[in-house]
């Protein structure tokens, strides 16, 4: 099997030739159709607590990172239920169970790791789902509860994260702002939200002008939209949800009931509701561009300028 390494932030990934990984009896092998990128993928390079933990109970051997595939099942283990062979799927790979990450031409991963595609889907719009869709759902679902009639706003909605939220967002009747750059708010709003262009004055100023927010997702940070200021835009049930944190997130995460931090952890319930609003049209992958697997260094160098529309796509 083909797989992208590196032995840290400073090493370049290389493209290396790996044994393939034995099937247990409930796993399935699932030849890679596209990968999507993700700032956590290069950030678990670099080191971090992310890093820390793979090094504990992760898979021994070179460093594969990536968590996004969708692909073609090719091979079931004995006691696999609910999933056959030639099944199209897309999923996320998870290192606590030992498995290596999806920057590969092959993964072996659980059947609730995975939800079935339509044959209409392609693997390139699937694999845009798993990590960016499923934070995005379950800031939405799991903490904020959001419902018809609700307001949300989305600080980096021209993101993989924030494109996925203001969407699914408009899917369960919430009222979208969308906070973005002059060149995205056509974008932002022909997915469904009232941009919010930060270039013309502060966009937490601009934002606080149409009331409070049933959830504040920032996907960009509170070192450019501090957290204070956020939670003053919430409603009194409202939530601050962070997928991006540093260490001064530590304590309002800690100590204040409307602070989260989340990160998607893609599986079957959680990929499921994604994968079929993707097939009704209330949900549509943005990809800004398409790289071979050999050029996923590029791919990171584009992804750490942080001015990615929508996402970046890898292909075996």
């Not at 099997?1 to 790996?18: H, K, Y």
């Not at 393939?20 to 607590?49: E, F, Q, T």
């Not at 999933?83 to 999923?91: M, T």
């Not at 408009?170 to 930060?198: F, H, P, Q, W």
Request: proline share 6%; charged share 20%.
């Amino acid at each position: 099997m083909r797989v992208a390494t590196s032995a840290s932030g400073d090493v370049p990934l290389a493209i290396v030739e790996l044994p393939s990984r034995p099937l247990g009896p409930r796993d399935v092998r699932v030849r890679v159709g596209a990968i999507s990128v993700n700032p956590v993928d290069w950030k678990m390079r670099s080191g971090g607590p992310l890093r820390f933990a793979h090094r504990f109970i992760g898979p021994r051997g070179p460093l594969v990172i990536g968590v996004d595939f969708a692909g073609e099942v090719v091979e079931v283990g004995r006691r696999v239920v609910g999933l056959a062979l030639g099944a199209r799927v897309v999923g996320g790979t998870n290192f606590s169970r030992g498995q290596l990450g999806s920057y590969a031409d092959e993964v072996v991963v659980r059947p609730d790791q995975c939800a079935v595609l339509p044959d209409t889907m392609s693997f390139e719009d699937a694999a845009c789902i798993p990590v960016a869709g499923v934070t995005a759902w379950s800031a939405l679902t799991e903490y904020a509860r959001i419902k018809a009639g609700s307001r949300v706003l989305v600080l980096g909605a021209s993101g993989g994260v924030g494109l996925a939220a203001i969407q699914l967002g408009k899917m369960l009747g919430a009222t979208c702002y969308g906070v973005c750059s002059a060149r995205n708010v056509a974008l932002v709003e022909r997915l469904g939200a009232t941009a919010i262009d930060y270039g013309k004055s502060d966009a937490l100023e601009q934002a606080r002008a149409y009331g409070s927010y049933d959830l504040i997702l920032n996907a960009v940070g509170t070192h450019t939209y501090p957290g204070d200021e956020c939670r003053a835009l919430l409603t009194a049930g409202g939530k601050h949800v962070l997928p991006v944190i540093g260490g001064r997130d530590l304590l309002p995460i800690a100590f204040l009931p409307n602070t989260h931090s989340i990160l998607g952890k893609p599986s079957k319930r959680t990929l499921d509701p994604l994968v079929a609003a993707m097939a009704r049209g209330e949900y549509q992958a943005v990809i800004e561009a398409k790289y071979p697997l050999a050029e996923a260094e590029a791919a990171h160098v584009r992804s750490k300028a942080g001015k990615v529309v929508g996402k970046l796509v890898l292909i075996p």
